[in-house]
């Protein structure tokens, strides 16, 4: 087998056979990518648009660590994302992953977030 066909049949875009009479062969695709920047939730651990997630920050300011929303995502430090929904939230919590994500030294006041989230 020469070098050119060993490198058809392996990898992330191995051709498979089509379903084609003539025998041609097509690149397989799991899909598109998606366009612009993507984030990862600290929740659910699922990738998505940075458009589509909310990212928190902590506050400098604060005596004790506390967690401020940037709607506009341009506030300085370590951000963390996270899907808007209560879902991700009760997730992140129960594996303490904002925290972590902020690198902050211990437990986070989220008032301002399950605010943010409503009901």
């Given amino acids: 087998m020469n070098r050119q066909g060993r490198l058809t049949e392996s990898g992330p875009r191995a051709r498979t056979p089509s379903s084609s009479a003539s025998g041609a062969t097509s690149v397989t695709t799991s899909r598109p990518a998606p366009t612009g920047p993507v984030r990862t939730c600290v929740g659910c651990r699922g990738r998505d648009q ?5 990212r928190v920050v902590l506050d400098p300011a604060a005596a004790q660590p ?42 986070v006041d ?3 977030l399950r605010e943010h989230l409503g009901p």
């Fill in 50 to 54: 940075r458009s589509a997630l909310l």
């Fill in 66 to 107: 506390r967690i401020v929303v940037d709607v506009r995502a341009c506030l300085p430090g370590r951000g963390a994302w996270i899907h808007p929904g209560a879902e991700c939230l009760e997730l992140a919590e129960r594996r303490r992953a904002i925290p972590r994500a902020l690198r902050a030294g211990g437990p």
């Fill in 110 to 112: 989220l008032a301002e």
